[in-house]
């Protein structure tokens, strides 16, 4: 019997390229080894875990939080060590199972990529740790130093298998009289390392994550206390704007009212002149008119310029940016220290994160909302005192106005009664010089009592403020914050909406490769 040509050239090509497979090199040894494909599988995973390491701490910062920087620069500078080392480790692997040579020159590189592993720890392992204390990382410490105690056993279980195959490989002359058990010990222990490095990665991650967090919620912190201080700012010029509104309006006013006492000194004694010549009284009527004019001219106007300076006194004295800085000041520290929690990867550090971040951005407008209310308030308590300043300023003059028209009734008099006339004249406008000198210091007591009353009530209504906002709400953030970090949120004070406050989030023991 004859086959067809065709499919004798068929046979003898596949044939070929089976002798072609069987050929193959691996493990530094001619031809294939049984179980080198899974072997070559978990390595492309290892390589895979150590690549994904280099990457996850690649987080530029918006913030300007130096601390942050701490904790990240170490952090990023052990990721790209270890995993460029692990890289290299899984590199020369991979270079192993496809080569044939002799055995020093397929594991030297593999043994020396191993080394270089293990030398992690002490070369920089404890540095990066040592950043870490420093930045009060202590839980990132701990979660560091388990993970590579375990990830160091790992590597010594890797070399052990691998001396044993080496062992074993000397006294072979191919593939197919390797021990598969020793090749399957070896992808053990290196899939093994797989869990453990995809471990570091999830802890690795969960840090980027709480850095990432933190920085975020810092850069809102700054903006929510740069918006407040600069409302407050606002809301302290528009109270001033008021009094300096305050203080026109009375010179303004005070003005109008004298431009009706121009030429009031000459006419007054022109009058009083007249008089003189045909009454004895003259005297006592010059000087009470002397008085009176002297009220409507400096005294009038030493009245305003006083209340003028109560006034811009106040302005000088409301001066709270200070005592807000150091509330804002204080809001800043709280703000430092949730970041400070949520960078360090402890249990509770995200859901800490989500209950608290919020409550701590509010604090800042709150604190400028009160304030900014206070002034306001105390601004349209100013504008109603104003306008009673409107109305009192006229009643100053009711006593002066009508002066004139009782000296020039007197002047009208028949010379036998001009005498008597002037007498009560006299007596009367005396009595009202005397009173209307007393509305001018009574004034003036007025504007001093009340600019006073004016600044206590707006450091009473800011200290209320501070007091609510600082001194109980931010207090109990404190203590909530520092507490949140071994104990959870406190959820008897706060909702954390779909949070589960009785979930103990925790480490998983294991993480699939896969």
Same mark, same amino acid.
């Given at each position: 019997?004859?086959?067809?040509?065709?499919?004798?050239?068929?046979?003898?090509?596949?044939?070929?390229?089976?002798?072609?497979?069987?050929?193959?090199?691996?493990?530094?040894?001619?031809?294939?080894?049984?179980?080198?494909?899974?072997?070559?599988?978990?390595?492309?995973?290892?390589?895979?875990?150590?690549?994904?390491?280099?990457?996850?701490?690649?987080?530029?910062?918006?913030?300007?939080?130096?601390?942050?920087?701490?904790?990240?620069?170490?952090?990023?500078?052990?990721?790209?060590?270890?995993?460029?080392?692990?890289?290299?480790?899984?590199?020369?692997?991979?270079?192993?199972?496809?080569?044939?040579?002799?055995?020093?020159?397929?594991?030297?590189?593999?043994?020396?990529?191993?080394?270089?592993?293990?030398?992690?720890?002490?070369?920089?392992?404890?540095?990066?740790?040592?950043?870490?204390?420093?930045?009060?990382?202590?839980?990132?410490?701990?979660?560091?130093?388990?993970?590579?105690?375990?990830?160091?056993?790992?590597?010594?279980?890797?070399?052990?298998?691998?001396?044993?195959?080496?062992?074993?490989?000397?006294?072979?002359?191919?593939?197919?009289?390797?021990?598969?058990?020793?090749?399957?010990?070896?992808?053990?222990?290196?899939?093994?390392?797989?869990?453990?490095?995809?471990?570091?990665?999830?802890?690795?991650?969960?840090?980027?994550?709480?850095?990432?967090?933190?920085?975020?919620?810092?850069?809102?912190?700054?903006?929510?206390?740069?918006?407040?201080?600069?409302?407050?700012?606002?809301?302290?010029?528009?109270?001033?704007?008021?009094?300096?509104?305050?203080?026109?309006?009375?010179?303004?006013?005070?003005?109008?009212?004298?431009?009706?006492?121009?030429?009031?000194?000459?006419?007054?004694?022109?009058?009083?002149?007249?008089?003189?010549?045909?009454?004895?009284?003259?005297?006592?009527?010059?000087?009470?008119?002397?008085?009176?004019?002297?009220?409507?001219?400096?005294?009038?106007?030493?009245?305003?310029?006083?209340? &003028?300076?109560?006034?811009?006194?106040?302005?000088?004295?409301?001066?709270?940016?200070?005592?807000?800085?150091?509330?804002?000041?204080?809001?800043?520290?709280?703000?430092?220290?949730?970041?400070?929690?949520?960078?360090?990867?402890?249990?509770?550090?995200?859901?800490?994160?989500?209950?608290?971040?919020?409550?701590?951005?509010?604090?800042?407008?709150?604190?400028?909302?009160?304030?900014?209310?206070?002034?306001?308030?105390?601004?349209?308590?100013?504008?109603?005192?104003?306008?009673?300043?409107?109305?009192?300023?006229?009643?100053?003059?009711?006593?002066?106005?009508?002066?004139?028209?009782?000296?020039?009734?007197?002047?009208?008099?028949?010379?036998?009664?001009?005498?008597?006339?002037?007498?009560?004249?006299?007596?009367?406008?005396?009595?009202?010089?005397?009173?209307?000198?007393? &509305?001018?210091?009574?004034?003036?007591?007025?504007?001093?009592?009340?600019?006073?009353?004016?600044?206590?009530?707006?450091?009473?209504?800011?200290?209320?403020?501070?007091?609510?906002?600082?001194?109980?709400?931010?207090?109990?953030?404190?203590?909530?914050?520092?507490?949140?970090?071994?104990?959870?949120?406190?959820?008897?004070?706060?909702?954390?909406?779909?949070?589960?406050?009785?979930?103990?989030?925790?480490?998983?023991?294991?993480?699939?490769?896969?």
């Amino acid at each position: 019997m004859h086959l067809p040509r065709g499919l004798i050239l068929l046979i003898v090509s596949w044939l070929v390229q089976l002798m072609q497979v069987e050929a193959r090199p691996e493990l530094g040894v001619p031809g294939p080894v049984e179980a080198s494909g899974t072997l070559d599988t978990t390595t492309d995973l290892l390589f895979s875990q150590f690549q994904q390491l280099t990457s996850l701490l690649n987080i530029p910062l918006v913030s300007s939080s130096s601390k942050l920087s701490a904790l990240l620069v170490p952090l990023q500078s052990l990721a790209d060590a270890f995993g460029s080392a692990g890289q290299t480790f899984a590199t020369t692997m991979w270079t192993a199972i496809d080569r044939e040579s002799n055995l020093e020159a397929t594991y030297q590189p593999v043994i020396t990529a191993l080394n270089t592993l293990q030398m992690m720890r002490e070369n920089v392992l404890q540095e990066t740790l040592d950043a870490l204390e420093t930045a009060h990382a202590s839980t990132l410490v701990d979660q560091l130093t388990d993970l590579f105690r375990i990830t160091n056993l790992t590597i010594n279980n890797i070399t052990g298998a691998l001396l044993q195959l080496i062992g074993s490989l000397t006294t072979v002359q191919t593939g197919a009289e390797v021990q598969t058990s020793l090749v399957r010990l070896v992808n053990t222990a290196i899939r093994k390392l797989v869990s453990d490095v995809a471990l570091l990665n999830y802890t690795i991650r969960s840090a980027a994550e709480g850095i990432r967090q933190a920085d975020q919620f810092l850069l809102e912190l700054s903006y929510a206390v740069g918006n407040a201080t600069e409302a407050t700012t606002l809301a302290l010029q528009r109270f001033h704007n008021k009094l300096n509104q305050f203080t026109e309006a009375i010179e303004s006013d005070a003005s109008c009212l004298l431009q009706g006492y121009e030429g009031f000194e000459a006419t007054v004694q022109c009058t009083l002149d007249h008089l003189h010549d045909n009454s004895s009284e003259g005297c006592v009527l010059q000087s009470t008119a002397d008085t009176l004019v002297q009220i409507v001219t400096s005294d009038f106007d030493r009245m305003v310029c006083v209340v &003028k300076e109560h006034y811009e006194s106040l302005g000088d004295r409301i001066e709270l940016r200070e005592l807000l800085q150091d509330g804002y000041d204080a809001i800043l520290e709280l703000g430092n220290l949730l970041a400070q929690s949520t960078s360090g990867n402890g249990p509770y550090a995200i859901l800490c994160h989500k209950t608290y971040a919020s409550r701590i951005l509010a604090l800042a407008p709150r604190l400028s909302d009160g304030v900014s209310l206070c002034l306001r308030s105390e601004g349209k308590r100013l504008k109603s005192l104003q306008s009673s300043f409107e109305h009192l300023l006229p009643t100053v003059l009711y006593d002066v106005e009508e002066l004139l028209p009782s000296l020039e009734v007197c002047s009208r008099q028949p010379a036998d009664e001009q005498e008597a006339c002037i007498c009560e004249v006299g007596e009367l406008f005396e009595r009202l010089a005397s009173r209307t000198t007393s &509305k001018l210091q009574l004034i003036e007591q007025l504007s001093y009592l009340e600019t006073n009353a004016s600044e206590d009530r707006l450091k009473a209504c800011v200290l209320q403020t501070t007091y609510t906002v600082l001194g109980e709400q931010l207090a109990r953030l404190t203590r909530d914050v520092q507490e949140c970090a071994t104990s959870g949120p406190n959820c008897s004070q706060y909702a954390v909406g779909h949070l589960d406050c009785d979930a103990h989030p925790e480490y998983p023991s294991s993480i699939s490769a896969e």
